[in-house]
């Protein structure tokens, strides 16, 4: 059994969770989130995140606009919309009585 490929699976699972909770206070572009999470210790890369976020707003989660920059080509920032604010409140509930359980059954002795 390869623990590297079960450690993966378990961060692709809560990815998505992370990408919304991220943009919950305020747009960002994808390199300012692929930043936060690689600041949070969560190693992913751009290749995992493009198709994500494009998931997460075909779903109607996530919306973008274009802004101009002075370093480069226009970046594209994304910001949750009001269903995926829903979205995520329903997940940060989920996520506590997950984490609960698998706390519960983890530290057991």
Do not use: H
């Amino acid at each position: 059994m390869n623990i590297e490929n079960t450690k993966a699976q378990m961060r692709k699972g809560v990815l998505e969770f992370c990408i919304l909770s991220v943009l919950k206070e305020k747009e960002a572009y994808t390199s300012e989130i692929l930043d936060t999470l690689k600041n949070a210790k969560l190693l992913v890369v751009e290749g995992t995140v493009y198709p994500l976020l494009t998931r997460l707003k075909n779903d109607g989660l996530l919306n973008y606009r274009w802004e101009e920059s002075t370093s480069g080509p226009p970046r594209k920032y994304y910001a949750l919309t009001e269903i995926g604010k829903q979205f995520l409140t329903e997940l940060n509930g989920t996520w506590a009585e997950l984490s609960n359980a698998v706390n519960t059954i983890t530290n057991q002795n």
